[in-house]
Structures are given as C-alpha cells and as structure tokens.
C-alpha cells in the first residue's frame, strides 16, 4: 500500500518510503500508510510565494469570493464520498455531516461576507481618515494589503474537512496561498478532499498545496510574510510557538489548543424547566458528537449544589439512550474514537481525573457495541463524573479528549464565575438560564476567560446552533490555555492574513493611492452631471454643486406637520432658544437632508437607478429660517460589482450654508448602470 499523496510545487508527490500505517478507527485494519519523505519544504513554500500569491493577488476580494463560492458548490457534489470516507475515522453520519458540511458551509459563508463587506478591489481600506494637519492638507489612512507568504496550517485529527477549509477561507480571501499539513490518524480524508480541490481547477495553481505526513524542517523556512494556524495540543502549540524561526523573523503564530470548556446551570432551573432540560440535552450532545473528541466539548457542567443530584440522574438517563457501534449502522449514536491509541489518551486522563471525581455513569474499561469488535475498534463508554469538592485542581487542569465529561457543584453567582476561571482560558462557555441577571453576572465575570460564550434559554434555543458550533461570523479561539488565537471571523479573519499599514500624505496623492476620493482633494465639476454618467465613465472626484436653497419657517411648518416631527425645537421659538444649543426655532435634520436631495438629483430616467441608503449622517451646525443651503456631491467610490448590469458608488455630500459651515456630512449610495 503506497502513501498517501502529498501535493507540493504543483504536483503530487507519493513518497519512496513505505511510510507509517493508518488505522480504521473501526475495525482496526490497515487502510492507508503516510509519509512526508522526500518533499523539499522551503521548495514547497518558493512555489506558494511565487506561484500561488501573486495569482491570488491579481484577483480582487470579489473574484476570490466567487471561487470560494465555486469551490463551496463544487465540494457539496462530493458530500456523500466524504461521508462515507468518514466512517473510517469514527464518525457516524451526523458526525460526518457536522464536519464535511461545516467546512463548506465556512467556504460559502466567507464568499458572501466577501462580496458583502469587502471591496471589488486588491486593497482593504480600513476605517476612517485621519487629519493629522491643522488645514486638512496632510492626513492618513489605514490600508490592509494581502502577505508576500503562505498560510501554513497544522490540523489536528478530529476534523479533518472542517479544520482545513475554516483556515483556508479567510487566507484564501485575503489572498494568501495555503499549505495543509493534516494530523496522521485522520489524513486520508483531508488528502481526498484536497485531490476533489485540486481536480476541480477552481483555484489559481499555487494557491493549495497538501503535506501528508511528519512537518520534517518546515518551519525552518519560514519568512516574515508568512503565517502559521495551529490546531492541537497546547504543548505542542508551545513548542512550535518557540520555534526559532518563528520566534527570529516574528511569524504571525494562531493557535487553537486545550480548552476545559465549561456549561453554568443558572440557580432558577429546575427538573422539568425547559432550561434544565436543554442544560442535560446540550451535555449530552456535546459528550457524544464526534465522541466527544470536540476542542469546544463541554469538559466541565458547572451546576447549583442544590441540584446537582437530579442533574446527574437526568445525564445518566439520557447517556443510557446511546448506542454506540459501528458508525455505519443507522441505530448508532455515537461511533469509535480516532484510534486506540487515541481511546488508551482518555483512559490515562480518566485516571487522573478519578483522584478528584467518581464516576456516575460509565465505565471506561467495557462498552457494549453494535456491529463491531470492542476491542479491534477505538470504542469507549461515555463517562459523567462528579467531583463533590469542585476546588480540587484535577478537573479545572485535565482534559480527557473523549465522551467525559464532569459535573462541579456552585454556592453562588461568585463561585460559580471563580470555577470558570479555573479553566486558565477556554474557547468556549455556555450559560443555560432564564434569569437575565445571572446570566449578566455570569457573561461579564468570564468573558475575560472565554472567547465565545453562549446564553442560551427558551427563546434563543428555538434558533440556536448550540454550544460547540463555531460560526464563521464570530472569532473561534480564546485566551491563555485555549491558545490566545482567533480564527475566522468574519472579517477580522481575513484581515489576520493582510498587513495593516498607516499611510501618511496630502489628500490628492492618498487619493491617487487608494482610489478613493479624500477630502481636500481636487473635485472635478464638469459640464456633464454625474447622475446623466454610466459606471464605466464616472470617475472618482466627479462633483456637482448644486443650491442655494433658502430654507424657510413654512419650509419647516410643513415638514412638521407632514412628518409628525413637531419635536419643540421645530416648533416653540421660545422652547428652542431655552436650549443650550440653539437660538430659536431650527430646521429638522432630515428636512436638510431631503432639501439636498432635491438638490442634487437628476430627475430624468438615466444611468442612476436607485439610492439604497445613507452613511455617517452627522449634523453639524443648526440651520435657521433663511439659511442658505448648498450641497456638494462628489463620487468618492465606485465598486463595479461582477456579473451584475450595475455597480455601486458612494457619493460624499457636503452640505453647507452661506458663511462656508457644514450643516450635514454623509455618504449617499447609489446603484448606477452599466453602458451596454
């Protein structure tokens, strides 16, 4: 039996050796040998760098988020060889469904968020502009580039699809090439869907390349531009962290390692309260998916003394419920772990935590099974412990990667708070209460420990995804133990892979930089109005000054009433200079606003096909009956949008009154054709 395959500098490579055997977590049986041996690793990241950067960075943020896309589509086709492939790893179907599916649900994900919040664009222009000049003729502004390296990812075994597509989205985004490096136990998956990656021909050549095997001297060549996601122990993420050419050349280092989850019962539930019931049925799933070999598990249920006996009997009930087995057969809950050795890892951890918690329920020397050989297969009992003396240090320092789980008894909102704490940092922690200021207490007590928390009741259950779902739209890590990374997201996700640099100019050459029109910069008022103008033929700094117009105390009578707006500084001259910030009667803002809007518009059928909404509205200086109002609309982004018969542009608008002062500044977006 021949390697896996590995994918390096463009082809694929089965190493010479015989390589160490794979086991079925099942059966026992061979089904795959690995091996990393004769791959040239500072070769492999010269490909990444040379070949698949700069074809990324050709591409902008909208092009990327359609190959995601693509690539997300391609991928569903395939769910069912993945599925099936998964077996092998343990994995029932809804175990293999919460991986496979959750990978590519990253991938879609990312690519709407992409066209969504980035720009049609190479360079993220990150928040807003600085004046750093006393006239506004020197000013900065954040730009956000993609890295000149790879994003190299270190996997661990439990989800081999989901881990390397959550990392290889926001990288991919961004514009950085990735590199996978899969845990031995579970590769044979990882490297399949890379090979349905690879036939697909979606992405540029260079931008995936897979290392099926050891790491060999990989980190040895690492660069400045390059980034390293690691997913593992927090040992291991120790080591690499000091790595000495991560540490030399300051590597951006993400790491995702242990984390004693927690779940806190609020002292209002009760046996039979919808709260208590989804409290035992969130620690019974989170025991059993994936058998429990799950960085976001609940490893501690942190519950009110009070209760902690009729919680124990509920767990224990619906543990019993579980039929553990072969994956493959449908009346199975809960599969194999990883692999014996992985199963002999929780028994050693079982008999540290059994110095400080008795078991309740389980036993990790026997499980019955069905359709498989207890002993050939990596199978375990799930295991509810309870440790009557919660301040025992075993339960807050030993994770047991496996189906266990311990109960911990609390006195109080402190104490429970304190327990979490213990924890020295986890990924993740759920609070299940119906009592708002508890879970107030609870939330702010440990947010500093966390780096997600779920509050979860009656009424956000009825749309919750639970407590060990990562979402793409929130950061995945936490601090301290659980390894003081972030991935994913959202945005900040992408912007991990880019370098965020301050640009410091006058406002016409940061315009020339950015493509974007910068206060102070030359507007270019034209005979021509820019709403008469397809996208194609806008150009940034394209302007219309349009007014005056004199607002006057009918204008404002009106508004009032036709509004419903009679708020008193509209309406009671004596009322409004009583206010400290005016000296009588004012115009409304949003008659302003309307003012010059029909101020700027071009009315006639054209080029402009809708206004979708305002940004930044501020108003600045109160407008008075006989104020004069002048507004100055000028194109300041145009974003083509592909596949689509028109683009957006974001317009600046000034508003000002006869002595020069800004009434009102926002940013006016328009959906504007393209010429056929």
């Keep these: 039996m021949a390697p896996l395959p590995s994918y390096v500098s463009g082809a694929w490579h089965i190493a010479p050796d015989d390589g160490a055997p794979l086991h079925d977590a099942v059966t026992g049986a061979e089904i795959a040998r690995i091996s990393s041996a004769g791959i040239d690793f500072g070769a492999a990241l010269d490909h990444g760098r040379r070949a698949g950067g700069p074809a990324l960075r050709e591409l902008t943020f909208h092009q990327r988020a359609a190959l995601l896309k693509a690539l997300?589509?391609?991928?569903?086709?395939?769910?069912?060889?993945?599925?099936?492939?998964?077996?092998?790893?343990?994995?029932?179907?809804?175990?293999?469904?919460?991986?496979?599916?959750?990978?590519?649900?990253?991938?879609?994900?990312?690519?709407?968020?992409?066209?969504?919040?980035?720009?049609?664009?190479?360079?993220?222009?990150?928040?807003?502009?600085?004046?750093?000049?006393?006239?506004?003729?020197?000013?900065?502004?954040?730009?956000?580039?993609?890295?000149?390296?790879?994003?190299v990812q270190i996997n661990a075994f439990n989800f081999p699809v989901w881990g390397p597509l959550e990392k290889l989205a926001p990288a991919f985004l961004a514009g950085v090439p990735s590199l996978v490096k899969p845990a031995g136990q579970t590769a044979y998956l990882t490297a399949r869907l890379v090979e349905l990656i690879i036939e697909s021909g979606i992405l540029p050549a260079g931008s995936l390349q897979l290392v099926c095997g050891d790491a060999g001297d990989l980190l040895d060549h690492l660069t400045e531009q390059d980034v390293v996601a690691f997913t593992g122990s927090a040992s291991t993420a120790g080591l690499l962290r000091a790595h000495p050419a991560v540490v030399a050349r300051s590597v951006r280092f993400n790491a995702e390692a242990d984390s004693l989850n927690c779940s806190i019962l609020g002292p209002d539930a009760r046996p039979g309260d919808p709260e208590f019931d989804l409290f035992v049925g969130q620690l019974v799933t989170e025991m059993t998916v994936k058998a429990g070999q799950k960085c976001t598990a609940i490893r501690r249920a942190i519950v009110p003394a009070a209760v902690i006996d009729d919680v124990a009997q509920a767990v224990a009930g619906r543990l019993s419920e579980i039929t553990v087995g072969n994956p493959a057969d449908p009346t199975v809950r809960m599969g194999a772990l990883a692999g014996v050795a992985q199963r002999e890892e929780v028994r050693r951890s079982l008999k540290a935590l059994s110095a400080a918690a008795r078991i309740v329920y389980g036993d990790p020397d026997r499980v019955e099974v069905v359709d498989a050989d207890p002993e050939r297969g990596a199978f375990l009992s799930p295991i509810l412990l309870r440790a009557d003396d919660p301040e025992r240090g075993e339960p807050h320092e030993v994770e047991a990667f496996g189906p266990v789980s311990t109960l911990l008894p609390y006195t109080s909102v402190g104490h429970a708070v304190e327990l979490a704490a213990r924890g020295r940092g986890s990924l993740v922690g759920s609070v299940v209460t119906g009592d708002a200021d508890f879970a107030r207490d609870v939330v702010f007590g440990v947010a500093p420990w966390h780096g997600r928390l779920l509050v979860l009741d009656a009424e956000a259950a009825r749309e919750s995804t639970g407590h060990g779902s990562p979402l793409p739209a929130l950061v995945h890590g936490g601090p301290g133990r659980a390894g003081g990374g972030e991935e994913m997201g959202g945005i900040r996700g992408v912007l991990h892979y880019m370098q965020r640099t301050a640009v410091q100019a006058g406002p016409a050459m940061l315009t020339a930089i950015t493509g974007r029109w910068t206060p102070g910069a030359q507007r270019a008022v034209t005979?021509?109005?820019?709403?008469?103008?397809?996208?194609?033929?806008?150009?940034?700094?394209?302007?219309?000054?349009?007014?005056?117009?004199?607002?006057?105390?009918?204008?404002?009578?009106?508004?009032?009433?036709?509004?419903?707006?009679?708020?008193?500084?509209?309406?009671?001259?004596?009322?409004?200079?009583?206010?400290?910030?005016?000296?009588?009667?004012?115009?409304?803002?949003?008659?302003v606003v309307s003012l010059a809007a029909g101020l700027f518009v071009d009315p006639d059928p054209g080029p402009v096909l809708a206004n979708y909404g305002l940004e930044n509205l501020r108003f600045l200086t109160p407008v008075y009956p006989g104020d004069e109002l002048t507004v100055t609309l000028t194109a300041k982004q145009i974003d083509p949008r592909r596949g689509a018969d028109y683009g957006e542009v974001r317009w600046d608008a000034d508003v000002t009154k006869q002595d020069g002062s800004s009434v009102a500044t926002y940013d006016v977006l328009t959906l504007v054709a393209k010429r056929e």
């Design 72 to 151: 997300a589509s391609r991928l569903r086709d395939h769910r069912d060889e993945l599925y099936t492939l998964s077996l092998h790893t343990g994995a029932t179907l809804g175990d293999a469904k919460f991986d496979v599916d959750g990978g590519i649900g990253v991938l879609f994900s990312y690519s709407s968020k992409g066209r969504r919040e980035l720009p049609d664009d190479t360079v993220y222009v990150e928040g807003g502009l600085e004046r750093l000049g006393r006239t506004g003729a020197f000013v900065g502004q954040h730009l956000c580039t993609p890295l000149r390296g790879v994003a």
């Design 527 to 591: 005979g021509v109005h820019p709403f008469r103008k397809h996208l194609g033929e806008l150009k940034v700094g394209d302007t219309v000054v349009a007014g005056p117009r004199t607002v006057t105390l009918d204008d404002i009578d009106h508004f009032a009433e036709f509004t419903g707006d009679t708020f008193y500084a509209h309406t009671d001259e004596e009322a409004a200079k009583a206010n400290p910030f005016f000296d009588g009667r004012v115009a409304h803002g949003y008659l």
